[in-house]
């Protein structure tokens, strides 16, 4: 069932070919291969990896996940085997499958995200996601992206050692999102995307504690996306580079609205669990909109809110 | 989506769930499963409890607000199953327990019938303990050389496990410990099932990662079944 997507859905993003502007987001998709199992994955346009680190970091202890209305909290604490064993287990599949694929990195110091892009700068990758929005760890994460002034060191830092296309991934936490926006843009970031969890909490009411190790985690699914819509929006307003929205897409007009409000790209994340074949039905559903509406191409109807 | 069969109360809170479909699957592998849209946002895991040529069934207990859906379905109204998911229990011969405590029982069926079948089993006797009312004691007792129901006791006080090569076993936390201490120095070896709350089933959102003496694990990928001493000590 090989589908013959329209060309009217590519999409150039930072001089990178996208065959459409559908992504699995990182830590939903692991690195490709147990969704590559349920549908051909290429057929999407991208794919952003589990957040890697430089050491292998085993993740955060007790309950990890907690529903909520339309929505759940994760504390997985970046659990990811660290940028060398991804190379030696996971490299070799990204290499051959033919979508773009992007490598989204953290950590908890400056020192630890420039080793790792380092080491990833030398890999035949297309694209690096610098992760400076995790709220589930201790230390570093999204530490980096509440203030425009580390945000803007980070990424000029990052950006001095990189050739490769660098997109930086903001936190709803920011103070002022579109400040921290434009001070990634001036730093030298090749485009962004927005937004990762919003921080949250649940309380078991019988233990009289946080459901969580951690107190906070991260919330995401249809719950948050009205509110990241919004932001997404906010921050074209303000950028000049292009946007991937991130934030509860679960169908393909999600999808739509957030390329109304001005993303180039949009990405899937807590929707893969709801259906592990959604990066592909949603990505049906913009084709068929896009046929039936006569449009060709997604600057037709991108940022036209 | 597939229709549902019938859907049962065996117990208060607790459902078997009859669905019709050609299904795959083996003993101890699990389905994701929703019958409803996108709040709830997560499937639920439930393990195999039988597999027909053109049905599927699942023993659920009610929990939360996913058990609390399945347990309203009617006949007819339709379910979404994805999988099957996980390792399964492996293919064990010679003297073989199965001991289950509670909803433990849910795999155990699935993994009674496969290995009567199975050339070279000796003898399946199974183990199952209730807090206060058994289940599924009639059917239990169709497939069992021997059947032993525990209630309101410790089932691991009712099994002797140097009768066997194997126990495969599935229940509590502190019950499936409490074998593992029981078996030391024995000659048995015990899988166990262990369940953990998920949200892709399949590997990749590490939700139901667990420490291991292997380092972590996933229990949906790398298990639900894994040799006992390598979760707990022995």
């Known amino acids: 069932m090989m589908n013959k997507f329209n060309d009217q859905l590519r999409v150039d993003f930072a001089g990178v070919n996208f065959k459409n502007p559908i992504i699995l987001s990182s830590g939903t998709a692991g690195f490709g291969q147990e969704l590559n199992d349920v549908y051909n994955i290429e057929l999407l346009g991208g794919l952003s990896t589990k957040g890697l680190t430089l050491r292998q970091r085993s993740g955060n202890v007790g309950t990890r996940i907690w529903e909520t209305p339309a929505g759940i909290m994760n504390s997985i604490g970046l659990?990811?085997?660290?940028?060398?064993?991804?190379?030696?287990?996971?490299?070799?599949?990204?290499?051959?499958?033919?979508?773009?694929?992007?490598?989204?990195?953290?950590?908890?110091?400056?020192?630890?995200?420039?080793?790792?892009?380092?080491?990833?700068?030398?890999?035949?990758?297309?694209?690096?996601?610098?992760?400076?929005?995790?709220?589930?760890?201790?230390?570093?994460?999204?530490?980096?992206?509440?203030?425009?002034?580390?945000?803007?060191?980070?990424?000029?830092?990052?950006r001095k050692i990189t050739d490769l296309p660098l997109v930086v991934k903001l936190s709803p936490q920011a103070r002022n999102i579109s400040e921290v926006a434009l001070a990634c843009q001036g730093a030298g970031a090749d485009g962004l995307s927005l937004v990762n969890t919003f921080k949250a909490m649940a309380i078991d009411i019988e233990a009289k504690k946080p459901v969580f190790e951690n107190i906070y985690a991260g919330?995401?699914?249809?719950?948050?996306?009205?509110?990241?819509?919004?932001?997404?929006?906010?921050?074209?307003?303000?950028?000049?580079?292009?946007?991937?929205?991130?934030?509860?897409?679960?169908?393909?007009?999600?999808?739509?609205?957030?390329?109304?409000?001005?993303?180039?790209?949009?990405?899937?994340?807590?929707?893969?669990?709801?259906?592990?074949?959604?990066?592909?039905?949603?990505?049906?559903?913009?084709?068929?909109?896009?046929?039936?509406?006569?449009?060709?191409s997604i600057n037709q109807i991108r940022g036209i809110i | 989506m597939a229709e549902i069969i019938s859907n049962v109360q065996l117990s208060r809170g607790i459902y078997l769930m009859k669905v019709r479909g050609q299904f795959q699957g083996k003993m101890g592998q699990f389905y994701m499963i929703r019958a409803w849209d996108k709040d709830p946002v997560l499937s639920r895991?439930?393990?195999?409890?039988?597999?027909?040529?053109?049905?599927?069934?699942?023993?659920?207990?009610?929990?939360?607000?996913?058990?609390?859906?399945?347990?309203?379905?009617?006949?007819?109204?339709?379910?979404?199953?994805?999988?099957?998911?996980?390792?399964?229990?492996?293919?064990?011969?010679?003297?073989?327990?199965?001991?289950?405590?509670?909803?433990g029982a849910a795999p155990l069926y699935l993994a009674g019938q496969t290995l009567k079948q199975q050339k070279g089993l000796e003898k399946l006797d199974i183990y199952l303990g209730f807090q206060k009312r058994a289940f599924l004691k009639n059917e239990f007792n169709k497939?069992?050389?021997?059947?032993?129901?525990?209630?309101?006791?410790?089932?691991?006080?009712?099994?002797?496990?140097?009768?066997?090569?194997?126990?495969?076993?599935?229940?509590?936390?502190?019950?499936?410990?409490?074998?593992?201490?029981?078996?030391?120095?024995?000659?048995?070896?015990?899988?166990?099932?262990?369940?953990?709350?998920?949200?892709?089933?399949?590997?990749?959102?590490?939700?139901?990662?667990?420490?291991?003496?292997?380092?972590?694990?996933?229990?949906?990928?790398?298990?639900?079944?894994?040799?006992?001493?390598d979760i707990y000590d022995e």
């Open chain 1, 79 to 158: 659990e990811n085997p660290g940028i060398r064993k991804f190379i030696e287990q996971e490299l070799d599949f990204l290499e051959k499958i033919d979508l773009v694929n992007i490598v989204n990195i953290g950590g908890s110091t400056l020192e630890d995200y420039i080793e790792t892009v380092k080491i990833v700068s030398e890999l035949k990758v297309d694209m690096i996601e610098l992760n400076i929005s995790c709220p589930n760890l201790k230390k570093g994460g999204m530490s980096f992206g509440i203030k425009a002034k580390t945000a803007a060191k980070i990424t000029r830092e990052i």
């Open chain 1, 219 to 296: 919330l995401s699914g249809p719950a948050i996306k009205p509110i990241a819509l919004r932001m997404v929006h906010e921050v074209c307003q303000a950028v000049e580079i292009p946007v991937m929205g991130v934030g509860g897409i679960s169908s393909w007009q999600d999808a739509v609205e957030y390329i109304m409000a001005g993303a180039s790209l949009v990405q899937i994340g807590t929707a893969n669990f709801i259906n592990p074949r959604a990066g592909l039905e949603i990505l049906k559903g913009l084709n068929n909109y896009f046929e039936k509406n006569k449009i060709e």
């Open chain 2, 45 to 103: 895991p439930l393990s195999i409890y039988s597999l027909e040529e053109n049905s599927i069934s699942f023993l659920y207990q009610v929990k939360g607000k996913g058990t609390t859906i399945f347990s309203k379905l009617n006949p007819k109204e339709e379910i979404k199953l994805v999988g099957p998911y996980g390792n399964g229990f492996p293919l064990v011969k010679g003297r073989v327990a199965l001991l289950g405590g509670g909803m």
């Open chain 2, 143 to 229: 497939i069992a050389d021997r059947l032993v129901i525990d209630i309101g006791g410790l089932i691991t006080e009712r099994i002797e496990v140097d009768q066997y090569d194997y126990i495969l076993t599935c229940g509590p936390d502190a019950m499936m410990q409490a074998l593992i201490r029981k078996t030391e120095g024995s000659k048995a070896k015990v899988y166990l099932s262990i369940e953990k709350r998920m949200a892709c089933g399949m590997g990749t959102c590490l939700v139901c990662t667990c420490k291991s003496r292997k380092g972590n694990i996933k229990v949906c990928k790398d298990g639900p079944v894994f040799r006992g001493s």
